[in-house]
């Protein structure tokens, strides 16, 4: 399974920005997939997790702002971050459960920043 994340960039405190995940190869056996978010010196945190029925979570501090979503036809997911905030910043990246070891397989990480 390969990842590809994309969509980050600079954004101002308030605003929105979608970032995408495009997953390749044996998807087929993908049973979970997220992101995660590390920001400096603070450690990797689950921001969100869809599972292959479509079960949804989030961690505390996106519920009501981030939406994690699939697109099965495309192979990709989605988060829309709205309501932005400069301790969203951080390096994200998505992540795929396959078999039965969490988030085995990661995509490169895409840096979003939020101005204050």
């Known amino acids: 399974v390969q990842l590809q994340a994309s969509g980050g960039g600079l954004v101002q405190a308030g605003g929105s920005l979608s970032l995408s995940c495009a997953a390749s190869?044996?998807?087929?056996?993908?049973?979970?997939m997220g992101w995660f978010r590390q920001a400096p010196g603070k450690q990797r945190e689950l921001v969100a997790r869809?599972?292959?029925?479509?079960?949804?979570n989030y961690g505390d501090s996106v519920k009501g702002r981030f939406t994690i979503s699939i697109n099965g036809a495309k192979n990709t997911i989605y988060l829309q971050m709205n309501s932005l905030k400069p301790e969203d910043t951080a390096v994200y990246y998505c992540?795929?459960?396959?078999?039965?070891?969490?988030?085995?397989?990661w995509g490169q990480g895409t840096l979003v920043t939020v101005s204050s």
């Open positions: 992540a795929a459960t396959v078999g039965i070891d969490p988030y085995n397989f």
């Open positions: 190869g044996s998807i087929f056996s993908i049973n979970v």
């Open positions: 869809i599972t292959k029925g479509g079960t949804t």
